[in-house]
């Protein structure tokens, strides 16, 4: 059964830098497309960032885009976000997702992780 399980959320202050890591198991890494969506409450789930198996440039949300970096390691089973220059309104519960196509809808992913909060404050 594949699992995604995300981690390196936690509290920043305006300005800082997290890297949140996604960590498959149980299927096949390399298969996969990566993406990263954010959730705050009572809104619907925002496409941050998605990654390709091949050697085609990371997609961005223009409110990420410059700030933000996606990667991934394919042998490690893991796909990473890079967060710098942390602004308040990036507070939200990061999710991962894979599936067989990069992609803004996540509708079209077929696995999630649990999510990892990140908060950012002034």
């Known amino acids: 059964q594949v699992q995604l399980v995300e981690s390196g959320g936690g509290l920043a202050q305006a300005g800082d830098s997290l890297r949140l890591s996604c960590e498959l198991s149980?299927?096949?890494?390399?298969?996969?497309?990566y993406g990263w969506f954010r959730q705050t409450p009572g809104l619907e789930r925002e496409f941050v960032a998605a990654?390709?198996?091949?050697?085609?440039?990371?997609d961005y949300a223009d409110s990420v885009k410059g700030r933000f970096a996606v990667s991934r390691d394919d042998a490690k089973s893991t796909a990473f976000l890079q967060m710098n220059n942390l602004k308040p309104e990036d507070t939200a519960v990061y999710f991962c997702?894979?599936?067989?196509?990069?992609?803004?809808?996540?509708?079209?992913?077929?696995?999630w992780g649990q999510g990892t909060q990140v908060t950012v404050s002034l």
């Open positions: 990654i390709s198996r091949r050697r085609v440039p990371p």
């Open positions: 149980g299927g096949n890494f390399n298969a996969y497309y």
């Open positions: 997702a894979s599936g067989s196509t990069t992609t803004r809808n996540p509708e079209m992913y077929d696995y």
